[in-house]
């Protein structure tokens, strides 16, 4: 059994990064509770946390294998730091828990993107 994650930018399906996920299983389209903003990196999207002031953002549930997510982990820069992954919550009945990437730089300046990244 494979791990379960949300994709919301580039790795969604039609856009750049699609084929790192060509062999695993799409679940369908997902989104969160409204505890996160996703914002305008340039070619790509970052996703953070937003507790107090967060929307519910569009994007696609994955089912993925441990050697995809280690891909995927160096892909998403882990070790540099770009980007962190974790738990994100769902809305909906999720029966185990579901990661995704978090953008780890800094924000300030950046144009929300508001619910959908629709960019690559």
Do not use: N
Request: charged share 20%; hydrophobic share 35%; proline share 6%.
């Amino acid at each position: 059994m494979g791990q379960r994650l949300f994709v919301y930018g580039t790795l969604k399906r039609g856009h750049c990064r699609e084929a790192f996920l060509q062999e695993q299983q799409f679940l369908g389209p997902a989104q969160t509770l409204p505890l996160y903003r996703m914002y305008d990196c340039g070619s790509y999207p970052g996703l953070v946390d937003r507790p107090t002031d967060g929307v519910s953002l569009q994007g696609e549930l994955w089912e993925v294998t441990s050697e995809c997510l280690a891909i995927l982990d160096r892909v998403e820069e882990l070790d540099s730091g770009l980007y962190d992954r974790h738990a994100i919550q769902l809305t909906g009945p999720v029966d185990i828990p579901v990661q995704a990437y978090f953008y780890q730089g800094v924000v300030t300046g950046l144009s929300d993107c508001g619910p959908c990244w629709v960019g690559c």
